[in-house]
Each structure stands twice: as structure tokens, then as C-alpha cells.
């Protein structure tokens, strides 16, 4: 599993890579690899800003374990788009919290295929 040290020295190796620390800074999130994400911690995830969580894309949200998606905050998953909901396979998305659940956005929620 890459380290904090490992993403901060790959993400440094770009200039474009928008990095500070461990955590991507948005909006370019997209220059840290999707394995790089999937490589965080739960607590990491839990850290994340909300704008770099609108910044995941799509295969970043599908690349997280259970334990990465129930980590989302309810503050988190209420600015979650539909395609980043729809990105979250079903049965990591029955590991969401009542809180979560219920701080999901009604607009995501209704644009959900």
C-alpha cells in the first residue's frame, strides 16, 4: 500500500499535479492516479475537502473499497453528483450509513440510473 510519503513523491515528480501533502488539492485531482486514491486510507478518505471529493472522477469512486466508501462523512456524501453515485457498485453502497444515507443530495439521488 503507497504511504503518504509515496504519493506526495510521485505526485511531485509533475508540476501540474496540483499536490500539497498527501491530499490532492482541486481541481486537479485528476493528475493523481486512480491507484493512488484506492491507496488511502479510510481516514484519509474521511480527511478529503469537499472539493476534492467532487473532484474524484468516476473511476476513482469505483476504485474505493467498502471500507473507503462507509469512511465518506455525511458532509461528504451529500455533495456526491449521480454519476459519482452510480460509480459506487451496489454492494459498496449497501455499506453507507443511515447518516449518509440521509445526507445523500435529492437531486443525486433522483438522476441515479
Same mark, same amino acid.
Given at each position: 500500500?503507497?504511504?503518504?510519503? =509515496?504519493?506526495?513523491?510521485?505526485?511531485?515528480? =509533475?508540476s501540474?499535479?496540483?499536490?500539497?501533502?498527501?491530499?490532492?488539492?482541486?481541481?486537479?485531482?485528476?493528475?493523481?492516479a486512480?491507484?493512488?486514491?484506492?491507496?488511502l486510507?479510510t481516514?484519509?478518505?474521511a480527511?478529503?475537502?469537499?472539493?476534492q471529493?467532487?473532484?474524484?472522477?468516476?473511476?476513482?469512486?469505483?476504485?474505493?473499497?467498502?471500507?473507503?466508501?462507509?469512511?465518506?462523512?455525511?458532509?461528504q456524501t451529500?455533495i456526491?453528483s449521480?454519476?459519482?453515485?452510480?460509480?459506487?457498485? =451496489?454492494?459498496?453502497?449497501?455499506?453507507?450509513?443511515?447518516?449518509q444515507?440521509?445526507?445523500?443530495?435529492?437531486?443525486?439521488?433522483?438522476?441515479?440510473?
Amino acid at each position: 500500500m503507497l504511504q503518504p510519503e =509515496s504519493i506526495n513523491s510521485l505526485a511531485s515528480q =509533475s508540476s501540474n499535479s496540483g499536490c500539497v501533502g498527501f491530499i490532492p488539492m482541486t481541481p486537479k485531482l485528476s493528475g493523481v492516479a486512480t491507484t493512488q486514491i484506492a491507496a488511502l486510507s479510510t481516514g484519509q478518505i474521511a480527511a478529503l475537502t469537499g472539493d476534492q471529493v467532487r473532484a474524484l472522477t468516476t473511476t476513482q469512486i469505483s476504485s474505493l473499497s467498502t471500507g473507503q466508501i462507509a469512511s465518506f462523512t455525511p458532509g461528504q456524501t451529500i455533495i456526491l453528483s449521480a454519476s459519482q453515485l452510480n460509480a459506487i457498485a =451496489s454492494d459498496r453502497f449497501l455499506a453507507l450509513t443511515t447518516d449518509q444515507l440521509t445526507a445523500l443530495n435529492p437531486s443525486a439521488i433522483a438522476n441515479l440510473e
